[in-house]
């Protein structure tokens, strides 16, 4: 910035003829004129420059175009030779992000010492910018200082980005009389701060991008495990089920099928003859939720389906299937519980085995009450060795059976309150007696649990309900 000395006040000396100082005025007065438009010219400069590196923020979609500027413009707005922006990166260290120097040598000057620090930062000092960053900035500024000449002026500013310093902006110049004055201390800061909301904006769109594509494989991960769940219940002959999976993320860790214990046979008989072969009917639930507990599912699914053909019992099916997850769920630090039965339409009898899951509630038809299915037997994934029991029971015609997952008996109001067992057990047991299909049972079900949540509760987890009624 050009300084044109201030002209001496008129001095009315008598000595002086009018018209000299008539033509005195006049200078003093073009004086300041040029002075004047001097700085309105230095004003609209500054104002042009910054509207440009404001126009860039709003139009450059790749960050670096825009740091490419950066230097540029915070010493065009200083009036410096050249500039320099230092940025840390994730892994806590320090890189050149860009130099713009008009003057070649005073630029490779200056691009020498900068790599110099930053290399000794880097390697002798460790990961500096996990340490506080005022003694970050101190550093930079003296080992800067230091490898530069005495003749080059060198002045830095942070680049904060939500109130953390990611970088700093320095302008250097070789200038004699170049003076860091607070005006150009607060244009370098304007520049600084445009650069920070261009990092920032940047930050927020790739976490947005990195968000939409794990929303699209959420979507995935819940299509295909709503593909690999029963689409309809199975026509089993005496019998009615009805059931249903709600899941508290998109994709949950709830189990639920059906597996004839012939379908490696499947489409070889005739549909009544299918209705009368014995039917799997299985329940189970990975510890967790979301993406992890999907997995492990859909990988028990797959197990469990292959299992079932080797024809054995269901104590037996358990234990095999616990000896052959085990390894990936020891791995994965989560267990399975499950409730597996067979179903025979023949004999109206169902054999079932427990792994630790919660047990079926059985409302009789001829004494209206409830008691539950179960057996002794460990999670799946706890201990390789675990040992599983066999029970069978025989059921008679308007028997229902209720097989559920702890989503309903965990569900949570908004004053912390548990639905508990009991209030299933009540609801269930009002549903066998006043209620005719299983359909309807479930869907009392859950419009039960879900008004003792409310709308306000925000605790929820899978639940899933399989409700079968014989004939």
Known sequence: MTVIPFPQPFSNNSNQSPNSSLEGEKSSVMVLKELIYSLQKEQTKIQDLLSSLGFALRSFSNLNQFLELTPLMAARVTDAVGGSLILYDDEDRVRLEQIHCQNHELGREVRRALEKVIYNLNTTTGKIVSQSSSLVANLLDESIVRELSSKTKVYGTPVIVKNVEQGRLYVFSNERDYEWTPTRRKLVQLVADQTAVAIANHDLTVKLRSKER??????????????????????????????????????????????????????????????????????????????????????????????????????????????????DLENSHRFVSMFYSEYNPQTRQLSFTNAAHNPPLWWTASSQKLQKLDTWGMLIGLDMESEYEDDTVTLNSGDIIMYYTDGFTDAVNANGDRFDEENLRDAFQWGCENLSTTDEILEYLFERVEKFMGQSSSSKDDMTLIIMKVC
């Open 214 to 327: 794990q929303d699209r494989e959420l979507e995935i991960a819940s299509e295909i495990q709503v593909r690999l769940l029963p689409t309809e219940c199975p026509q089993i002959q005496g019998v009615k089920i009805a059931a249903k999976c709600q899941t508290a993320n998109r994709v949950g860790g709830d189990y639920y099928d059906f597996i004839p214990t012939n379908y490696d046979q499947i489409g070889q008989h005739e549909p009544k003859e299918a209705s009368l072969v014995p039917w799997s009917i299985v329940i189970g639930d990975v510890m967790g939720k979301g993406v992890p507990a999907g997995l492990i599912m859909t990988m028990t699914r797959g197990m469990l389906r292959a299992e079932v053909l080797n024809r054995h019992s269901p104590a037996r099916i358990m234990q095999h299937l616990n000896r052959v997850m085990y390894a």
